[in-house]
């Protein structure tokens, strides 16, 4: 099987005014523009979707959202569908974020929901899962990944997952500074890959690309990134800034 290409995706999180974003944007499409060996995604809030579409037309980063309700549309008063999401120009949707899990009540079965409907509308989901600190200390690491990804991916089948991205982030390591050693990463990505592979085969455990997430700077990203089972990375605070982020982009050189 062919290696899996890596993934380095951007999550602007709540940052970024429509013209900040689209001159982050057009100066980012400069940098990575050599970057043929990379797939390269950036979110930006919701307000500058369209707009930052429009920057990176003829560029090779993909344009992606930080959340999507999994209703087509209804009275859901402050609400994003994924087709309104396709219509602003994305092809991918961050789902199941641990601010989303930890801020805002977010459950694995609203994941489920959510997952089932960005593939309905042809997006391409980054699907995020993690332990907190606590859970970590108290060794229920996998047992925390075995339920998020249970339940996320409950009621799918194989040929549905053909594009799906996991990023594990482990919530102790997400704008902390505080990085998980290529080892911790390199285990829970193997634990994953095994989970998918049980519950969907082989050939779906190898294609699907797991990314690592949490305090990814261009000073961790080699050594991350030479981990057989680490296909790529969901940058937070580092991807804010162009030149941080394609340091993070041309991780070989």
């Given at each position: 099987?062919?290696?899996?290409?890596?993934?380095?995706?951007?999550?602007?999180?709540?940052?970024?005014?429509?013209?900040?974003?689209?001159?982050?944007?057009?100066?980012?499409?400069?940098?990575?523009?050599?970057?043929?060996?990379?797939?390269?995604?950036?979110?930006?809030?919701?307000?500058?979707?369209?707009?930052?579409?429009?920057?990176?037309?003829?560029?090779?980063?993909?344009?992606?959202?930080?959340?999507?309700?999994?209703?087509?549309?209804?009275?859901?008063?402050?609400?994003?569908?994924?087709?309104?999401?396709v219509s602003a120009g994305c092809?991918?949707?961050?789902?199941?974020?641990?601010?989303?899990?930890?801020?805002?009540?977010?459950?694995?079965?609203?994941?489920?929901?959510?997952?089932?409907?960005?593939?309905?509308?042809?997006?391409?989901?980054?699907?995020?899962?993690?332990?907190?600190?606590?859970?970590?200390?108290?060794?229920?690491?996998f047992s925390v990944l075995d339920?998020?990804?249970?339940?996320?991916?409950?009621?799918?089948?194989?040929?549905?997952?053909?594009?799906?991205?996991?990023?594990?982030?482990?919530?102790?390591?997400?704008?902390?500074?505080?990085?998980?050693?290529?080892?911790?990463?390199?285990?829970?990505?193997?634990?994953?890959?095994?989970?998918?592979?049980?519950?969907?085969?082989?050939?779906?455990?190898?294609?699907?690309?797991?990314?690592?997430?949490?305090?990814?700077?261009?000073?961790?990203?080699?050594?991350?990134?030479?981990?057989?089972?680490?296909?790529?990375?969901?940058?937070?605070?580092?991807?804010?800034?162009p030149d941080t982020f394609s340091?993070?982009?041309?991780?070989?050189?």
């Amino acid at each position: 099987m062919e290696k899996r290409k890596p993934l380095i995706a951007g999550n602007w999180k709540m940052f970024k005014t429509c013209p900040e974003a689209v001159e982050t944007a057009s100066r980012l499409t400069g940098l990575v523009r050599n970057a043929s060996d990379v797939d390269i995604l950036i979110a930006p809030p919701f307000t500058a979707l369209a707009p930052v579409s429009e920057a990176l037309k003829g560029s090779c980063i993909f344009l992606g959202a930080q959340n999507l309700f999994y209703e087509k549309q209804g009275a859901f008063t402050g609400e994003i569908s994924a087709d309104m999401l396709v219509s602003a120009g994305c092809t991918h949707v961050i789902i199941g974020h641990s601010e989303r899990r930890l801020l805002f009540g977010e459950t694995d079965e609203g994941v489920n929901k959510k997952i089932k409907a960005a593939l309905a509308a042809g997006l391409i989901p980054v699907f995020c899962v993690g332990e907190t600190e606590k859970e970590r200390e108290a060794n229920e690491t996998f047992s925390v990944l075995d339920k998020q990804v249970y339940i996320g991916l409950k009621d799918f089948f194989a040929q549905d997952l053909a594009s799906l991205v996991i990023a594990y982030e482990p919530v102790w390591a997400i704008g902390t500074g505080k990085t998980a050693t290529r080892d911790q990463a390199q285990e829970a990505h193997v634990f994953v890959r095994a989970l998918i592979e049980k519950a969907f085969g082989g050939e779906t455990a190898r294609s699907v690309r797991i990314l690592y997430g949490g305090s990814v700077k261009p000073s961790n990203i080699g050594e991350l990134m030479a981990m057989p089972d680490v296909d790529g990375a969901l940058v937070g605070g580092a991807s804010l800034d162009p030149d941080t982020f394609s340091g993070i982009v041309h991780y070989k050189g």
